[in-house]
C-alpha cells in the first residue's frame, strides 16, 4: 500500500533453541489452538461452507525506476519494469516493445519493488520490498528470463534505488533504518555501512555516484531532509544541502536531482546542488523533472511547460515531446531516438514529437495481487482495489464479470476504500488525497478525467494537507460522503473530509478538533453524527503512540458531542440504527440521545482479540467482524448476540453482498460464504 507508514518491529535478543524443542512447541501450540477453536465451535472456512471463487485483482504496479539494456543474444532493447505488489507476489516484466510482447517473471518470495540495476552484461538486479528487503538477480540472455540468486537483508524493507560503484559493489538506501547497505553480486554478500544522515530520519532514498569525485550522494528524509556526500573509502559524510530531491539520477557521469520542482546538478569542487542553467530552456521555463529510466546516456529533462528535452553531454538541447500525459511520464529515448512513456497499465512507443500514441498494455495477464479492499456490488459480487496500484477491480461470477481497470487517478498510490451511491461508485485513494467518481454505465476516459474523474484533491493546505483515507469513507447525513485521513508526509496530523455528492463541494475538519498530533482512523455514520476513532497512523514519521480516542462528531454544529479514551473500530447497523464500537474485551453499543455507551456484550469465549479487529461489515440487521483471523456475526435487536462462524487462515477483508453471500479475502484471493 504505497509504502509502509510507521510498523516499526521491536528488536528481540535471539536465543537458540533446538529443534526438538520448536517441533514440540509447535506441535503443542497446535494441539492447543485446535482444541481451543473446536471447544468454542468455530469451523474453518471451508468446513463453514466457504469457497474460493477467483483471485480477480491483477495489475503492474510500474511506480519506480525502469530499465532499457539489450539482453545477450538480442539486436535491440528491451524495457524492463519492477511491479511493485505489496502483500503478494512481485513480477519483472520485460516488454519487448519492438515485437509488441512482454514476459512477466515472478519473484521469489517478495513483492516487487522500486528499482532495477544491470550488474554484468545480462544480469539483472530487483530491488523488492518486503520484510526483510529480498535482492533478486534475473538472468536474460537470450530472452530466456531465469532467476538466478535471491538474497535478503534482514533489517531492511526497502532499498529504493541502486547505485553502482567503481569497486562493482551495488549501494542502496532503507527504510525504517535510514542506514547505506552494499552488496557484491560476485560474493552475494551484503554489508550494513551504518546510519546516514539525521538519526530521526527514517529514509533513505535516492542514491548516485558522482564520477569526477567518487563521492556517493544519498538522499535522507523524512523528518529533516539532507543530501549526503558519503566516501566510500573514509566512510565520512558531508551534507551538501538541506534539501530533499523526488528524484535523483547519475548521467554522463554527473549527479543530477529534480528538487523543488527546478533540476540541480552536483557540483564537486564546491560540494553544494548548483540549479542547472546551461542548456537554458525555451520561454523563461524552469527544468523541473527527469525519466524514469536508470539510463546513463540521455538526459531527458520535462521543463516547467510540460515539454520534454534531449540534453547531450555537449549541452545540445532538442524538443522530443510536447503532450501532456496526464499522470503518465516519459520513461525514456532508446537507441533508434524512439520516445517510451508510461501511464498506469499501458506504454507507448512513437517518434519524437508524435501527433498521435498507441498505447499497449503493459502485460496481458499480470500476476494476481493482494486485495486492499472490497465493498459489495449493488448489481452482486464486489468492487475494490489492489494494495499498490491506481485501479479498482469488479468481480461477480453469476455474471461473469471479472474487471481491472485502467488507472483512476493521475498519480502514484492505491485505492483505500470506495462506496455505491446511485449506480456510481465514489472512491478514496492516495497519494493525492483523491476523491473520485466512476460511473460503469458510461465510457471510460480517465486521460481526460471525464470517467472515472477526480473532483477533489485533499492534499491542499485549505484542506489540511491530507493524503492517505486509513478512515474508509462512510454516507453520512443527507447522503453526503465522510471520510478519516492522515496527513502529508512528515506531519503529525490528520483530518475529516465531508463531500457533496450533489453540489460536489467539500468541506474539512483537521484533527485538532478530535485530538492533539493525531490522525484519523476508522469512522462511521447515521442521519446525524459521524462517529470515529483517532489514530496513530502517519506517514515518514515515527508515530507519538497517542492513547486512541473515540470520538462523536456534528457536521451540523460541526462540533465534537462526546469523546472517550478507547481502541477499536466502529460500525453503524442500517436496520436497527445502532451505533457499535470493538474493544478488546467486547462490542459497546452506543446511544447518541443520552451520549454514552448503554450495552456490552463480551467476545464468546476464546475469541477476544489478540492481534487485532481489523473491519467490519454490515447488512440490514447485521454485522460481520474480522478478529484476527475469524468472522464473528453480531446479530442486533433488542436482544443482540455475537456468534462466532468460521476461522481463515489470514486476516480478511469482508462485505456482506446484496447477493446473500458473505465475501472475504485470503491475500490475493476472493472466497465467499453463505450467510447463515
Not at 454490515?618 to 476461522?647: C, H, M, Y
Request: glycine share 10%; charged share 20%.
Amino acid at each position: 500500500m504505497g509504502d509502509n507508514y510507521n510498523l516499526m518491529k521491536t528488536n528481540t535478543t535471539r536465543k537458540f533453541i533446538s529443534p526438538i524443542k520448536v517441533l514440540l512447541s509447535t506441535l503443542i501450540l497446535t494441539t492447543c489452538h485446535l482444541a481451543l477453536a473446536r471447544a468454542v465451535g468455530i469451523p474453518s472456512m471451508q468446513e463453514y461452507g466457504a469457497v474460493k471463487i477467483g483471485e480477480p485483482c491483477r495489475v503492474v504496479n510500474a511506480i519506480g525506476n525502469k530499465l532499457l539494456f539489450t539482453p545477450p543474444g538480442f539486436d535491440h532493447q528491451v524495457l524492463a519494469i519492477n511491479s511493485d505488489t505489496p502483500g503478494a507476489q512481485g513480477s519483472a516484466v520485460f516488454v519487448d516493445y519492438q515485437k509488441s510482447t512482454s514476459t512477466v517473471v515472478p519473484l521469489p518470495g517478495s513483492s516487487g519493488g522500486w528499482d532495477i540495476i544491470e550488474v554484468s552484461p545480462g544480469k539483472l538486479l530487483f530491488e523488492s520490498i518486503s520484510d526483510p528487503l529480498t535482492l533478486t538477480t534475473i538472468d536474460t540472455t537470450n530472452g530466456n528470463y531465469k532467476v538466478e540468486s535471491s538474497v535478503t537483508v534482514p533489517g531492511n524493507q526497502y532499498a529504493w534505488q541502486f547505485a553502482k560503484g567503481k569497486d562493482g559493489k551495488i549501494y542502496m538506501g532503507s527504510y525504517p533504518t535510514s542506514h547505506l547497505y552494499s552488496y557484491d553480486p560476485s560474493s552475494k554478500k551484503v554489508e550494513d555501512l551504518g546510519k546516514i544522515g539525521p538519526d530521526k530520519n527514517l529514509y533513505l532514498r535516492f542514491l548516485a555516484f558522482d564520477s569526477k569525485s567518487g563521492l556517493l550522494l544519498c538522499v535522507s528524509g523524512m523528518s529533516e531532509s539532507q543530501i549526503v556526500a558519503y566516501n566510500v573509502t573514509t566512510k565520512k559524510q558531508t551534507v551538501v544541502a538541506d534539501q530533499y530531491p523526488i528524484e535523483m539520477h547519475t548521467i554522463y557521469g554527473k549527479v543530477y536531482a529534480a528538487i523543488a520542482k527546478q533540476i540541480y546538478v552536483f557540483d564537486s569542487d564546491q560540494m553544494k546542488m548548483i540549479p542547472l542553467t546551461t542548456p537554458a530552456p525555451p520561454n523563461g521555463a524552469k527544468w523541473e523533472s527527469m525519466a524514469l529510466a536508470s539510463a546513463s546516456d540521455h538526459l531527458l529533462v520535462r521543463d516547467s511547460n510540460n515539454q520534454w528535452f534531449d540534453i547531450s553531454k555537449q549541452g545540445k538541447c532538442t524538443k522530443v515531446w510536447d503532450k501532456d500525459l496526464r499522470g503518465g511520464g516519459i520513461v525514456a529515448m532508446d537507441a533508434n531516438g524512439q520516445i517510451i512513456g508510461l501511464r498506469g497499465q499501458e506504454y507507448f512507443v512513437s517518434k519524437p514529437l508524435a501527433s498521435k500514441i498507441a498505447w499497449r498494455p503493459i502485460a496481458e495477464n499480470p500476476l494476481p495481487v493482494s486485495i486492499h479492499f472490497i465493498e459489495a456490488d449493488p448489481q452482486g459480487g464486489v468492487t475494490g482495489g489492489p494494495s499498490f496500484g491506481q485501479t479498482l477491480f469488479r468481480f461477480d461470477p453469476a455474471r461473469q464479470l471479472a474487471q481491472n481497470t485502467g488507472q483512476v487517478a493521475d498519480g502514484g498510490g492505491e485505492v483505500y476504500d470506495g462506496i455505491w451511491q446511485n449506480g456510481k461508485f465514489y472512491y478514496v485513494a492516495y497519494s493525492g488525497g483523491y476523491m473520485g467518481i466512476w460511473d460503469p454505465a458510461q465510457p471510460w476516459d480517465q486521460y481526460d478525467n471525464k470517467n472515472p474523474r477526480v473532483v477533489d484533491e485533499y492534499r491542499q493546505a485549505k484542506y489540511g494537507s491530507l493524503i492517505r483515507p486509513i478512515g474508509g469513507i462512510v454516507q453520512g447525513p443527507n447522503k453526503k460522503l465522510y471520510t478519516g485521513w492522515s496527513a502529508q508526509y512528515g506531519k503529525i496530523g490528520g483530518g475529516l473530509t465531508e463531500f457533496d455528492p450533489v453540489t460536489e463541494k467539500s468541506r474539512s475538519w483537521t484533527n485538532e478538533r478530535f485530538a492533539p498530533e493525531m490522525s484519523i482512523g476508522k469512522i462511521a455514520a447515521d442521519e446525524h453524527y459521524i462517529y470515529g476513532f483517532t489514530s496513530n497512523g502517519f506517514n515518514g514519521v515515527h508515530p507519538p503512540n497517542k492513547p486512541v480516542v473515540f470520538w462523536v462528531f456534528d457536521p451540523a454544529t460541526e462540533k465534537v458531542l462526546f469523546k472517550k479514551q478507547m481502541n477499536g473500530i466502529v460500525f453503524s447497523i442500517p436496520e436497527t440504527g445502532h451505533i457499535w464500537a470493538t474493544t478488546t474485551d467486547g462490542i459497546h453499543r452506543f446511544n447518541p440521545e443520552k451520549m454514552e455507551f448503554d450495552y456490552t456484550i463480551p467476545w464468546p469465549a476464546g475469541t477476544a482479540p489478540k492481534k487485532g479487529i481489523s473491519n467490519a461489515t454490515v447488512r440490514e440487521n447485521a454485522a460481520w467482524i474480522a478478529v484476527d483471523n475469524r468472522v464473528i456475526k453480531l446479530t442486533d435487536g433488542d436482544q443482540p448476540k455475537l456468534s462466532p462462524l468460521f476461522e481463515a487462515k489470514s486476516r480478511p477483508l469482508l462485505a456482506a453482498g446484496y447477493d446473500g453471500k458473505l465475501y472475504f479475502t485470503q491475500e490475493q484471493e476472493l472466497w465467499a460464504a453463505p450467510v447463515k
